[in-house]
Each structure stands twice: as structure tokens, then as C-alpha cells.
């Protein structure tokens, strides 16, 4: 039997009825029988970076963060564009691996799911890229109208998005094996 890969679901949305979200549990439907995909919950509780605070004063949650991302076989994040950048909650968030460098070498695969969303996707390409994110030139996908493309009961109804999806998926796991083969 294959063993599941265990994949870190990061949102960029704190937004209840987020199209993110659903995003990320449609994908985990989609991969059910490949990935094991838990969504990380404390975005919002994460503390504003400081690099002044050192490793005994560090804030729990961001502990938790830090040891979700080295524990998971992969990440995926799915995050909205805000005000044309990366939303403050989740670039925050990262802010507190770049020291750490939990993203180095990491397989990581970035949706951006927005109304336009061009900037912030490109935004956080580059910090993806200057943290070293696994092959992430390949893993990334811009979903333009996204609030068009995801049903309220988080299916994905447009065929493109559908199939570009599944083939990023499918190229995370591959991405994933090859990190292990290293
Ligand atoms: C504060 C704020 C700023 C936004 N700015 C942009 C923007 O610059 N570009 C864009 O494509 N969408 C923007 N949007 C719209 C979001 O793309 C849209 O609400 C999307 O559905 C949010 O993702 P979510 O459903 O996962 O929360 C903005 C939304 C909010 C709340």
C-alpha cells in the first residue's frame, strides 16, 4: 500500500466562507488517496515578526508553524491578492520561517486564487524563490475570478481550473518523491 503524502495546507484567507479554503479541501478530495492534507488554523493567532525576539521567546504558535511546515512532505498554500500584494496574515506568517529556512527545499506548491491576483501572485513567487521552495518556478498557478470557478459546496466547476489543479497536484508528488530520493 502507498503511503499518503502529508501535506501542509496554508490559506491566505481568515475569511470563514473563503474560496481558498474550499480550494484547499477540494484538492485534498481530489489527491484523497495520495495526500494526507491538513490545513493549518492559526494563521491569525501568529504574533507580528520581530527578529529582536530569539528562539527561548519565541511565541508557540509560531513553534507550531515552524514544525508543521519541516513535518509535512509538502505544502501547498492558496492565498487571495490584497490590495494588489501578499495579505499581511500570511506574508507575516513566512516572515518567521526565513531565518528558520522550514521552506528550503521544501515541495511547495502556491495557488493563487483571486479576482485578478497578478501582483500578490508574483509577489509571493519571489519570496517563495528567495526561500528557497522547492521547484517552485513549476508548482504555481494563478486562478483568476476565482468566486466563478468554486461552487458554494467547494467543487471546482470550471474544467480548466479543474485540470490544471490535478496536474499540479499530481506534480507536487512527484516533486515529493524526488526530494526524498535526494
Ligand atoms: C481587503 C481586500 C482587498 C482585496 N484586494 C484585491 C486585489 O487587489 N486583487 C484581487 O484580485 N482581489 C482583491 N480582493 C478580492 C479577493 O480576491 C476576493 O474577495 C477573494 O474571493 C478573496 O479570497 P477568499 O474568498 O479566499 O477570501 C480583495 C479583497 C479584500 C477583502
Known sequence: MKIRKRILGISGSTRVNSSNHKLLHAIATIF??????????????????????????IDNQVTIFRELI?????????????AHGIPGTLKNAIDWTVGSGEF??????????STEGT???????????????????????????????????????DKDTL???TRLGQQLIVTIDEANEE
Open 32 to 57: 484523497t488517496d495520495q495526500i494526507e492534507l491538513s490545513i493549518f488554523d492559526g494563521i491569525e493567532k501568529i504574533p507580528h515578526f520581530n527578529p529582536d525576539i530569539k528562539d527561548a521567546h
Open 70 to 82: 519541516s513535518q509535512a512532505d509538502g505544502v501547498i498554500i492558496c492565498t487571495p491578492e490584497y
Open 104 to 113: 528550503s527545499g521544501k515541495p511547495t506548491l502556491l495557488i493563487t486564487a
Open 119 to 157: 501582483s500578490g501572485h508574483q509577489a509571493l513567487l519571489e519570496v517563495l524563490k528567495v526561500i528557497e521552495a522547492k521547484n517552485i518556478d513549476q508548482l504555481q498557478l494563478l486562478v483568476q475570478y476565482i468566486r466563478s470557478k468554486i461552487n458554494q459546496d467547494g467543487e471546482i466547476i
Open 163 to 165: 485540470s490544471a489543479i
